[in-house]
């Protein structure tokens, strides 16, 4: 979410994605070999019953989420939210993990950020946390300065935001800027507190924890009523849970489509047999090749890339993620399109899913 990414638009072969890594190991790097282990990510997997997992089972899973998404919901935040913490409480045990995400809006004028965005009400062994994410329009990753005559701005912005998302939650936490950053501090610092990536001009958040399991359900819930009533893509977070709790966990609202998530080991060379495993709603990801930009652009900018395969509806396409442009923006699909071989766009990913 903090990078710049760029795709190729046209469906590729498997046979292209290989010959794509030929032409990298031609250029000096060291792309994935067909044999050599990678670590693919499935996600959108839609599926009928929580024992469709099994169709991944020649391969090692890891991280294994079942999402329950609901379009178009228009229903009782503090209801939904709370069923699911009743069947949570029948099952949780460490390493499970439950949380409900919804959008909510914040009405005072804005340039820089969405108005739109994001919270998750979770419950953990032990503890129930509420995180809140905000997005700008334009994503600068650290170490540009493109945006930085804009940066005054973005400030104001995000402090702006973050104190009218506290006072809604009505949470024990003070916003300042401080260096050139938005610094978030919980005014108990037993209070486990977490702020990630407030120096970017992307997605920024804050985590906050308390152990009794029903404090945020009301805060929550004020957030979530800025959506107004209008219809939501909802979507709850199940991880580490029995196909038996799974089970029990449909019994919530009806309405929800189910997907599966997770991290699948394997040869480079099998990830068209999980594809098809998948199919057809399901996407992969796979790192294909990782490399400093400086290796070939010695003059430019110095630049981590990984270029990726991206599977779905039964073909691939390529992704090229880069830490920072290593060049004048002008010159990137160029560039890009001559390091690759094919067509190349630049395609952030959506700020929320």
Known sequence: MRERRWESPAHLTFGDVLAL??????????????????????????VAAPDELDQLDPWATEDVTLVHVREDWQGDFFLLAGAYHTVYQRHQEVGTYCSVSHPFRLDSPLRRHYPRAMFWLGFRHAHAFIR???????????GETRADARRNLWLEERQRMFD????????????????????LRSRDPK???LCSWPDAFGPCQFEYNTSDAFEFLVPASRLAATWNGAPATVRAYLTGFSEEALREFQTVEGGARCAYRCSVHCPLDELPEILQAI?????????????????????GE???AIVGVVGMEGGFQIEVRLNRAPLPEEAMAGWLESLIGLPMAYAPLPPFP
Do not use: M, N
Request: glycine share 6%; net charge negative; hydrophobic share 45%.
């Open 191 to 193: 209070v486990p507190f």
């Open 279 to 299: 199919a057809p709603e399901g996407r992969l990801y796979a790192t294909l090749c990782e490399f400093s930009t400086q290796t070939l652009q010695p003059g």
């Open 21 to 46: 890594g030929e032409r990298l190991a031609a250029l000096g790097l060291e792309p994935a070999r067909p044999a050599k282990d990678v670590i693919g990510y499935v996600e959108e997997w839609t």
């Open 302 to 304: 110095d630049a981590s």
């Open 132 to 142: 809140v994410r905000l997005h700008t329009v334009e994503v600068v990753p650290p």
């Open 164 to 183: 009218d998302t506290i006072a809604l939650l009505d949470l024990p936490v003070d916003v300042a800027v401080e260096q050139r950053a938005v610094a």
